[in-house]
């Protein structure tokens, strides 16, 4: 069944692209892709991983394969893309360069990684264009305020697509947009639930471990929005989650 999956998604990709999807193996991307599905039943899904040098690269990417494995083989598909020499252009990254993992208590300086969205969503733009396809997919949701998360870059880039993709003045409108853009983490995870996904098999850390480590920004946030949307977390973590801090964070609730 894998092996047919994997054939079939390679001649998909030659076929049919309608929307890409930028697909990270997180909790956050397999609730887009999902309601992307739900929303749009004729259309058909391209989902884009990007190995940047991350060091979550190789977890990640069978996260990813897993998750994409729930979907109909018919309705989307998975491909990977390296960039080679980005890490050559970040430095004191602690995801792309290695060193310390900060944990939750911890400056989360470290985790933002300069201009990662707008490359990504430039590859993807330039892979969409020869497809015809002009609609571009990420994942930030409300909690995310990273300035490349927010709708106001959205609608800039949307417009820098625009006119970087025109031929005299003519071309076809974009539409760079998330699909849980006006969802709080916590209603992503009921989203989730809601779909049906196996949302166990996402990936939200930010170290390389054989599970989930529970102490960095990523858990801490998953863990979070779980305990608010009041579904059991069914994440196995090598540090179990500190129940008085979230129920600190959550207002006590019980």
């Given amino acids: 069944m894998e092996a047919k999956w994997k054939l079939y998604h390679h001649q998909e990709i030659l076929r049919r692209m309608d929307t890409i999807l930028l697909f990270s193996g997180g909790m956050d991307s397999l609730v887009s892709a999902g309601l992307l599905l739900e929303k749009s039943p004729e259309k058909v899904v391209t989902c884009v991983f990007f190995d940047y040098d991350q060091h979550t690269a190789e977890i990640e990417w069978k996260r990813s394969q897993q998750c994409i494995a729930h979907f109909p083989p018919e309705r989307i598909t998975l491909i990977r893309r390296r960039l080679t020499d980005y890490k050559e252009y970040v430095k004191g990254v602690s995801i792309v360069g290695g060193g310390h993992i900060?944990?939750?208590?911890?400056?989360?300086?470290?985790?933002?990684?300069?201009?990662r969205n707008i490359i990504f969503l430039l590859y993807?733009?330039?892979?969409?264009?020869?497809?015809?396809?002009?609609?571009?997919?990420?994942?930030?949701?409300?909690?995310?305020?990273?300035?490349?998360?927010?709708?106001?870059?959205?609608?800039?880039?949307t417009q820098a697509f625009h006119w970087g993709f025109s031929m005299e003045r003519k071309t076809d409108p974009w539409l760079v947009w998330s699909p849980i853009g006006h969802l709080g983490k916590d209603e992503v995870v009921k989203e989730g639930t809601r779909l049906g996904l196996p949302l166990h098999l996402s990936?939200?850390?930010?170290?390389?471990?054989?599970?989930?480590?529970?102490?960095?920004?990523?858990?801490?946030?998953?863990?979070?929005?779980?305990?608010?949307?009041?579904?059991?977390?069914?994440?196995?973590?090598?540090?179990?989650?500190?129940?008085?801090?979230?129920h600190y964070r959550t207002g006590g609730l019980s």
């Fill in 124 to 157: 993807a733009a330039i892979l969409g264009y020869g497809h015809g396809c002009r609609e571009i997919a990420y994942s930030p949701h409300k909690w995310v305020h990273a300035g490349d998360c927010l709708p106001e870059f959205r609608e800039a880039i």
């Fill in 102 to 115: 900060p944990t939750k208590d911890e400056d989360p300086e470290g985790y933002f990684v300069p201009g």
């Fill in 203 to 246: 990936w939200s850390c930010h170290d390389a471990l054989e599970e989930q480590c529970g102490v960095c920004h990523n858990c801490d946030e998953r863990q979070l929005a779980y305990r608010l949307a009041e579904i059991p977390d069914p994440t196995p973590y090598l540090n179990p989650p500190d129940v008085r801090r979230i």
